[in-house]
């Protein structure tokens, strides 16, 4: 497998392109538009073409380039059945298993930050069926986990962030993370500048895990972050209502 994370370090944002070497193929996770040609270069410095796009939800803090990726390359553009869009697009659902040569991502609908978020499980079978890494998107980072008042009621949207977060940590501690996003972003409180961790490190070290549903739900809406001022635009941008 090649595996390559794009971190911006001053906006805590991070993106993922990784698929086989050995037949070409690869997708794109959580693409910035800012950042389209970056991508582009490095696909093609590793001759991979782009398949799929696949967000992780509807992001609200930055211009998403998924769409746009999509568009020039020819490839799926993927977000979770439920997601709240004006503009088609190729659904994901829960345990689809999607093939990109010898990587195989399992979808996991983890809602709870969003009702569309999701975890993408990645394996390399050159390696073995066991899982490798997850994509956790906005659901769990580092020492912190995705804030859940921007659906409106951030009691029930955290009382599903619980049961999301459940799903995960029934992963082997092995198992490496990669979220959307680490610290620097508004999209949680508490989160390291560490941008990648493990379940087991997780397990042991994030407060918020250890908590039974109802206290995290209380913990989780306490400490967050204001809404930017401009998120509405941005989720209204990445929905297609504005352009």
Known sequence: MIFRAFQRFETGCAAYVFGCGGQGVCVVVDPRQDDLETYLEFAASK???????????VHADHRSGGRALAERTGAAYRLHRSADVGFPFQPLDDGERIEVG???ITVLHTPGHTPDSVSLL???????????????GDTLFVA??????LPGDTAASAAALHGSLQRLLALPDEVEVYPAHFSGSACGAGMSGKPSSTIGFERRHNPLL??????????AGQGIPDKPADMAALVAWNQGRTS
């Open 47 to 57: 001759a991979m073409r782009i398949t799929q796009v696949l967000e992780t939800h």
């Open 102 to 104: 010898n990587t195989i």
């Open 122 to 136: 990645v394996s390399d079978l050159r390696r073995g069926p066991a899982p490798w890494f997850v994509c956790t």
């Open 144 to 149: 912190a986990t995705g804030r859940p008042d």
């Open 210 to 219: 250890e908590l039974p549903r109802a206290a995290f739900v209380d913990a």
